[in-house]
């Protein structure tokens, strides 16, 4: 099995400023983002991660590159992992999105959501779905199938390819909770995905370093404190 990190970007000047950015160019870490991104480099220290793949926009480069640097990868930019483009609601304030109909329709329905001169949350959930796992199976390929992966995205984004994952239908996509710079994990086999982690904020990742196949005619044994994911009708 590949694993998938997802990771939120940190917190930016719009978290604070209660906007919706959208794609808006030069929204950047707000200081705290910034402490955040650094923190990312022993959080995850134990994992060796094969490759970095990021959203194009400021954010997201920010909060990859302090993790990069350090294990001397090039983040792969990938547009299809970019924030949903929200269109006319880009830069508006979410007190006077709040008041718009098409904001019920967002929470209770997002299937059904496209925004006004932007995209639908539908259509949104289908190119980051094949993105990750277009960079899955290409890091499988040129790493092997234990490799690592991390990509960083956005809230939206990151809950979308949550939903997929879990076979939890994109109107449910609400609620999961996403929080700026939190990591959460799926586990790609071939014949379907595990969800391992969700808005995980916490140092603990030892657990998902992969643990070395036994020799030829070895047993691999098995221990009742591992986390065997999906139950015992999980092959």
Known sequence: MTTLILLRH???TANTAGVL?????????????REQAAAVVDRLAALPIASVVTSPLERCRQTVAPLAAARGLEPVVEDDLAEVDYGAWTGRKITDLLKEDLWKVVQAHPSAATFPD???LAGMQARSVAAVRRHVARVR?????DAIVLACSHGDVIKAVLADALASHLDNFQRIVVDTCS?????YTELRPFVARMNEQSGDVASLVPKPKPAEGEEQPVNASDAVVGGSTNA
């Open 183 to 187: 990591v959460s994990v799926v586990t």
């Open 118 to 120: 932007g995209e639908s």
């Open 10 to 12: 940190g917190r930016s």
């Open 21 to 33: 950015a959208g794609r808006t160019p030069g929204v950047e870490l707000d200081d705290r983002g």
């Open 141 to 145: 390929a040129e790493h092997g199938e």
